[in-house]
């Protein structure tokens, strides 16, 4: 079974950036999608961004902020954050999902704050 693994994740002033990134134990060319969610204290976990081998997708509210990029050389997919808010505080974690699959990390906690 191919675990996945966030890094990345800490403080940061409003306005600054972050990379995540998610290393996979095993082939991430299994995964037909793979993907960010976040979950903020007392609110449901989210969707974030996606990918697949044809194209990328983001939320609209990260949209133009973030960008997500796939590795599949190495394995590894990554986050990065750009002009980060307030709001953008949440626990973070990368998901592939493919035939029978559905993976997820235990997630990284970024936090924006002043």
Request: aromatic content about 10%.
């Amino acid at each position: 079974q191919v675990q996945l693994v966030e890094s990345g994740g800490g403080w940061v002033q409003p306005g600054g950036s972050l990379r995540l990134s998610c290393a996979a134990s095993g082939s991430i060319g299994r995964f037909s999608i793979m993907r960010w969610y976040r979950q903020a204290p007392g609110k449901q976990r989210e969707w974030v961004a996606g990918t697949t081998t044809l194209d990328t997708h983001y939320a609209a509210s990260v949209k133009g902020r973030f960008i997500m990029s796939r590795d599949n050389a190495n394995n590894a997919m990554y986050l990065q954050m750009n002009s980060l808010k307030p709001e953008d505080t949440a626990v973070y974690y990368c998901n592939g999902w493919g035939l029978n699959l559905d993976i997820w990390g235990q997630g990284t906690l970024v936090t924006v704050s002043s």
